[in-house]
């Protein structure tokens, strides 16, 4: 028998697919809150233990709610298998222990989310795995830096706070013409704009803390991709080092999922919106928005990302030096009534923050402007309120300022 749930739209299997439902029929996905699993008899627990028959065995290993979040996952990103980890950072460490070993090499984008480069360059150093940093944008810097012993490629896209776009399609030909893997950080976009595997890569991280929840409530990460590295690789590492999914926050993020399509339609409306608005204020010297005419990879974004641009925009407010462009950044965000002033993003409600001295405050300044992170760069996470509302908060600052 065919699977119907193959030719499944993604906003179906956003709303259905899950992990077998309960003796009980229960519409709703159940939240299984138990450490462990009661084995039928003696020798069924051997099997199971032996991997020779399925069957739950213990939380860290997995969970049917963990299985069901799992499922609707790989599903909407269009791969065999998926894995729940406890953060989206888990799930990065997860894949280099999985993947990677002493003597090894990998060539990441230097935009990538702060921690990333930070467990790359510092923690896994620690171990012998040496990362090269390459321009976002720029295919040749990454195909220059691809040495013998390369065995991964990681990228995210579009980038935190300047919403720099890399093509992953490229990207993924560079790997496999050096036999290596190309692995995409795909937390800004989500499946409902855009599908890595489907360009290309091998395999997708999420931050399920972002849009697959979209209300700020847990912490949650995944990895997806081919069966054979997730079952090979990931399973044995997760059994023994446990950056295990609670079943709780998997629930959160499978419901979550549920309203993901139209929340992000909705949002990087609102967002498109916003930017466009802000571009035409006199007080804003710049606009980064992947949906903007004005943005540089403006036609990849729109092609890459299912014509949208995606929720997170940054704007630049200039001064006659970067303690007065300081000033007003603070200024507008200290004006805000609606805007949530925290770092994070993929909520509904609307957040806005400022990189140099949060995200990107531990850098030193020379680093910083390497970055392209300057004093007056706002960032915002646009969530679900009504634009005008939006448009309004920003306005107080923007239209006050010396
Ligand atoms: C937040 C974030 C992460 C880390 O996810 P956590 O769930 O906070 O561990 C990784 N990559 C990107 C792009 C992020 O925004």
Redo the contacts with the bound molecule.
């Keep these: 028998m065919t699977d119907p749930r193959k030719d499944w739209h993604r906003d179906t299997i956003a709303v259905r697919l899950a992990e077998d439902k309960s003796q009980f029929g229960e519409n709703s996905e159940a939240l299984f809150l138990t450490s462990s699993f009661v084995q039928p008899d003696a020798a069924t627990a051997a099997r199971r233990f032996a991997g020779e028959e399925e069957g739950y065995i213990y939380s860290r290993f997995t969970n049917p709610t963990v299985t069901s979040m799992e499922k609707r996952l790989a599903a909407l990103e269009g791969a065999q298998a998926c894995i729940g980890t406890s953060?989206?950072?888990?799930a990065?460490v997860l894949m280099c222990m999985g993947l990677l070993k002493a003597g090894d090499h990998v060539v990441c984008s230097r935009s990538?989310?702060g921690?990333?480069i930070k467990l790359l360059a510092g923690e896994f150093g620690k171990f012998g795995v040496q990362s090269s940093f390459v321009s976002q944008t720029d295919v040749a810097e990454w195909k220059a830096a691809i040495q013998p012993n390369t065995r991964l490629l990681f990228a995210?896209t579009p980038t935190?706070p300047l919403t720099e776009v890399c093509d992953i399609r490229a990207l993924a030909d560079v790997a496999h013409a050096a036999g290596a893997l190309l692995a995409v950080?795909n937390?800004?976009c989500s499946p409902a704009l855009s599908q890595p595997i489907a360009l290309g890569a091998d395999l997708v991280?999420h931050?399920?803390?972002?849009y697959l929840d979209g209300q700020g409530r847990v912490?949650?990460?995944a990895i997806c991709g081919p069966k054979d590295l997730i079952e090979g690789k990931f399973v044995p590492v997760m059994r023994s080092a446990g950056m295990s999914l609670s079943p709780f926050n998997a629930w959160v993020v499978l419901k979550g999922m549920e309203t993901l399509g139209i929340r992000m339609r909705a949002q990087s409306d609102n967002a498109l919106a916003l930017a466009t608005w802000l571009e035409a204020q006199p007080q804003v010297a710049r606009v980064y928005y992947p949906g903007l005419k004005s943005h540089p990879q403006h036609a990849l974004a729109l092609q890459q990302q299912s014509g949208l641009g995606g929720a997170v925009l940054s704007f630049e407010l200039q001064g006659a030096d970067p303690q007065q462009a300081r000033a007003r950044a603070f200024h507008v965000i200290d004006h805000t009534q609606v805007c949530s002033i925290t770092a994070n993003?993929g909520d509904t409600k609307t957040t806005i923050t400022h990189p140099a001295t949060t995200s990107h405050g531990r850098l030193t300044e020379e680093q910083r402007q390497a970055a392209g992170i300057s004093q007056g760069l706002v960032r915002v996470a646009v969530g679900l309120e009504h634009i005008g509302d939006l448009q309004a908060d920003l306005a107080r600052g923007l239209h006050s300022l010396a």
């Design positions: 953060s989206g950072m888990a990065i990538v989310f921690s990333t995210e935190n950080d937390c800004f991280i931050s399920g803390t972002k912490v949650a990460g993003l």
